[in-house]
């Protein structure tokens, strides 16, 4: 089953609203999450990584006052998108780290396809 | 900086064909390369991968060799199955600052005919 749960799959709203996502870590305390974007035909790119307890570290052109993250858990990190307008519109993915074990291992969301009006 | 160029799709065949998706890098130094899946309503998934040039990753019947050579894993498998439908993604590591960060390709989506 999924280690990782992203809600909601997906999301339409009008512009000028704010969008949150989640994303929590079923099985595993995540130290560590990652936010992705992915456009039409585009490659998924790294928006943020996010850290409990410590603020999110921003991909440079990843507007940190549009796009909030919180972490405030070990199984919880939230992305939302503020003031959301049609270029906001794309398919976002978190991941999460799992730290235990011999080898560090990544899971993935599945993903919230988000479409503003 | 480093990037991951896939084959675009959508890719369609009928069960049993032979698969191939390329991959193509463009990276300083000698990254850890890798595919990943993404089945319908779920989770990408790591597929394969492998570390240094020469390797072969191999999972499920897919195969990928990192050729140094020519920058390339491509995807590969002998015999489809319907249950292979999905999205697949390329990806390298890259370290920055002392952290790791995955790159992706544009992903390929993959769908099988019975």
């Known amino acids: 089953g999924a280690v990782v749960s992203q809600h909601p799959s997906w999301v339409i709203c009008k512009s000028g609203t704010s969008v949150k996502i989640e994303c929590r870590s079923l099985d595993f305390q995540a130290t560590t999450m990652f936010w992705y974007r992915q456009f039409p035909k585009q490659s998924l790119m790294l928006m943020a990584t996010?850290?409990?307890?410590?603020?999110?570290?921003?991909e440079q052109g990843v507007e940190k006052d549009k796009f909030l993250i919180n972490h405030a858990s070990l199984t919880l990190s939230t992305l939302t998108v503020t003031s959301a307008h049609p270029e906001d519109s794309s398919f976002y993915i978190c991941?999460?780290?799992?730290?235990?074990?011999?080898?560090?291992?990544?899971?993935f969301g599945s993903g919230t396809q988000l479409s503003v009006l | 900086g480093n990037s991951v160029t896939q084959m675009e799709g959508p890719v369609t065949l009928s069960e049993e064909a032979f698969l191939t998706i390329n991959c193509t890098y463009t990276a300083t130094g000698y990254p850890s390369l890798f595919w990943y899946v993404q089945y319908p309503g779920e989770g990408l998934q790591l597929l394969l991968k492998?570390?240094?040039?020469?390797d072969k990753g191999s999972n499920k019947g897919f195969e990928a060799t990192y050729r140094k050579e020519t920058t390339s894993f491509h995807l590969e498998k002998g015999s489809v199955q319907v249950s292979d439908s999905a999205v697949y993604f390329c990806?390298?590591?890259?370290?920055?600052?002392?952290?790791?960060?995955?790159?992706f390709g544009q992903g390929t989506r993959l769908t099988i005919n019975p």
């Open positions: 996010s850290n409990e307890g410590s603020k999110a570290t921003y």
């Open positions: 990806a390298l590591i890259q370290i920055i600052q002392g952290a790791q960060k995955l790159v």
């Open positions: 492998a570390t240094k040039a020469d």
């Open positions: 991941s999460a780290r799992d730290p235990t074990g011999i080898n560090e291992k990544l899971f």
